[in-house]
């Protein structure tokens, strides 16, 4: 057998035997010795004791854990030293395995231990939320978690309810607006917010965190979508925004760099889905939207300024005529400079010639020789050719071609005044040439009042002197341009809707009439004209017309014509406080008559009430009717004649009552 050598005393490593008593008997008489072999090394003892009470004594303790070592391997056993006061046990190491193994096995009965204890926690939880909300569960801000769903709707609408009625703030960037949840036909539905919120869950690991979180449930409500489009549409102008490029502005002569800005254009449909989804939780809904993008940049905008705006009005520009000099100054440039996107993130810029020729025009009036064209007036009742006149002027297209280029100049800051002989646009020799020498064309009407009377005048008075060559085509509306208050026109009666109304400019179809009947005569090709909705007596039926422009002064209804004669046509008028005359004047080459035919299809007028506290002004009203007008024109240079009908159909003027109607007469 091995031998195991004592490591804990100087004793003699050869094999000891051990001496055992194997059959002693009652007597305490001799023993036979049997030898037996050990498998372990014990330290020496002392020589037999002469009891059992000493050999007691001698026996060495056993570890703690000694029923740790396995039987029948090979162990050590430990040391036993005598003392004087007693004996003690050293405890034999370890191995690795066997301290892993102890490990394990107090680790499996801890992890049963907490499985235990979390079951029995698990249970309970569960037994004790069964029914109630789930834990950590939040409304818009209100906790219900934990709640039964009677008690949570209760506290959803103790909580939500008051502000529910209050105005709901729509975002989108940076504007907003808000909307009244009543007229959008919103309302909350509590038991199915609750309903939202589901039951308590099963998962324990669901439960154990729900008890460091919570989960938001967004609120059920219910609104009439139609109606929610609509208060949005109404709201969408403040929340849409049109782009903006990047320009520079001028505060005197200061440049101002302005950046662009995107625009945002938002989509009602999602608009409608968020709100309905949103609006009773705390703070703004954010409403969806598309960017609308700008060619411009910040930067780009930034290089303009400092490139041409600022070097631009940093001192002023010298324009050299013959004799006489100009300064473009700094505030003028100003006003003159443009700036536009030059489609690559900056800025184009440009000059507005006619503000910068304003502003230096004035100071060289000296050296120009304006030019004049050729009138023609009616002097003793007939016409007269004013002569034309040549001038002396500046070209300033060419004046200014490298305007840009010195403006952006440190030094030397002059352009030179292109001066060219200007002759007249319209020369004696032309206007002799148009054979205008007669009235060929005349017509008449009255009994307007004074405010149309002044319109009609204004009206006059621009048309006064208007030439129309042969084969031109003449606009009222384009010849006048806009008439409204800044033009020098008023408020004055108009028809509208049946009834009598007021509107700037009204009494103009007077003059409109005048006019048509005047070419009509002058045997003119009608190119646009259009009659009344309803016949005034004052004008010939189914031989007048009306003209109206917009808001803009952008042309409606017109009253157009063509001169088809060989000469030019003159066209003067003479107004009077009650009348109005308006006379074609050129070579007499057409002689026209009108026929006017009988009243077909009368209509006989329906009633309208006009609310108490409407503007209103009672009528008798007027029976509808259809008439034909037949215009004859024989051409008397060829003897040809040639015949036009035009069929008008008037609509029955109401009877107007203003308040109540009368009451039915007694039967």
């Known amino acids: 057998m091995p031998e195991n ?57 056993v570890p703690a854990d000694f029923s740790s070592y396995p039987l029948g391997e090979t162990q050590s056993i430990p040391q036993v030293n005598a003392e004087p006061t007693g004996w003690s046990a050293v405890v034999p190491p370890q191995s690795a395995d066997e301290r892993k193994k102890r490990g394990l096995i107090r680790a499996g009965i801890a992890a049963g231990a907490a499985v235990g204890a979390l079951a029995l926690l698990y249970i309970g939880d569960l037994a004790f939320t069964s029914g109630t909300v789930p834990r950590g569960t939040v409304v818009a801000g209100v906790d219900i978690g934990g709640l039964e769903p009677a008690a949570a709707e209760t506290q959803l609408r103790n909580d939500l309810g008051p502000g529910l009625d209050e105005p709901v703030e729509l975002k989108v960037a940076d504007r907003s607006v808000t909307i009244n949840p009543g007229d959008a036909g919103l309302e909350m539905d509590w038991a199915a917010t609750v309903q939202e919120a589901g039951e308590q869950p099963l998962n324990p690991f669901t439960r154990i965190s729900s008890l460091f979180t919570t989960r938001e449930v967004t609120p059920v409500s219910h609104g009439d979508r139609e109606h929610l489009v609509q208060a949005l549409e109404q709201v969408r102008p403040q929340l849409d925004r049109q782009p903006a490029e990047g320009t520079i502005r001028f505060e005197g002569a200061k440049a101002v760099a302005v950046d662009p800005v995107t625009g945002q254009s938002i989509d009602v449909e999602k608009a409608t889905d968020e709100v309905l989804t949103h609006w009773a939780e705390k703070g703004p809904v954010s409403i969806p939207f598309t960017e609308q993008p700008v060619s411009t940049t910040k930067d780009g905008v930034q290089r303009a300024l400092r490139e041409v705006a600022e070097p631009a009005v940093k001192s002023p520009v010298t324009v050299r005529g013959e004799g006489k000099d100009a300064t473009l100054a700094p505030e003028a440039i100003a006003s003159a400079l443009r700036f536009e996107p030059d489609g690559q993130g900056g800025l184009k810029a440009s000059v507005d010639l006619p503000t910068a020729v304003g502003a230096v025009e004035p100071q060289l009036a000296d050296t120009i020789k304006p030019g004049k064209d050729a009138e023609i007036v009616v002097e003793g009742g007939r016409p007269v050719v004013r002569p034309s006149v040549d001038g002396v002027g500046v070209n300033w297209d060419k004046s200014f071609e490298k305007l840009l280029d010195v403006l952006r100049a440190p030094e030397k800051r002059s352009v030179q005044a292109v001066y060219e002989h200007q002759p007249a646009k319209f020369t004696t020799e032309q206007a002799d040439q148009l054979g205008i020498k007669e009235v060929v064309g005349e017509f008449s009407t009255g009994g307007f009042e004074p405010a149309s009377g002044v319109n009609i005048r204004r009206t006059a008075e621009q048309v006064n002197g208007a030439i129309i060559k042969p084969g031109e085509t003449w606009s009222l509306n384009g010849h006048t341009g806009p008439r409204g208050v800044a033009q020098g026109y008023v408020e004055s009666g108009i028809i509208q809707d049946g009834r009598p109304g007021r509107a700037v400019g009204g009494g103009i179809s007077q003059f409109a009439t005048t006019l048509y009947n005047a070419s009509y005569f002058a045997g003119m090709q009608d ?51 009650s009348s109005i005359t308006v006379k074609l004047w050129g070579t007499k080459q057409f002689d026209v008559s009108s026929q006017t035919g009988e009243r077909t299809n009368p209509t006989d007028p329906h009633e309208k009430v006009v609310p108490p506290g409407e503007p209103c002004s009672p009528s008798k009203g007027t029976p509808g009717f259809t008439v034909t007008d037949t215009r004859t024109i024989r051409d008397l240079s060829s003897g040809q004649t040639k015949t036009e009908t035009q069929r008008t159909r008037y609509e029955p003027q109401p009877i107007i009552h203003c308040g109540p109607p009368p009451p039915p007469p007694p039967q």
């Open 5 to 61: 050598h004592d490591q804990h005393s100087g004793a003699d490593p050869s094999t000891e035997r051990l001496r055992t008593d194997s059959d002693q008997s009652s007597t305490g008489g001799a023993h036979p010795e049997t030898e037996v072999e050990q498998t372990t090394r014990i330290p020496p003892v002392t020589p037999e004791p002469e009891s059992d009470a000493e050999r007691t004594v001698q026996i060495a303790a």
């Open 527 to 577: 190119v646009e004209h259009k009659a009344h909705s309803y016949y005034i007596s004052r004008y010939p039926a189914g031989r007048e017309a009306t003209v109206f422009q917009s808001p803009s002064g952008a042309s409606v209804i017109d009253v157009k014509f063509k001169n088809v004669a060989k000469s030019g046509i003159l066209i003067t008028t003479e107004w009077t406080p």
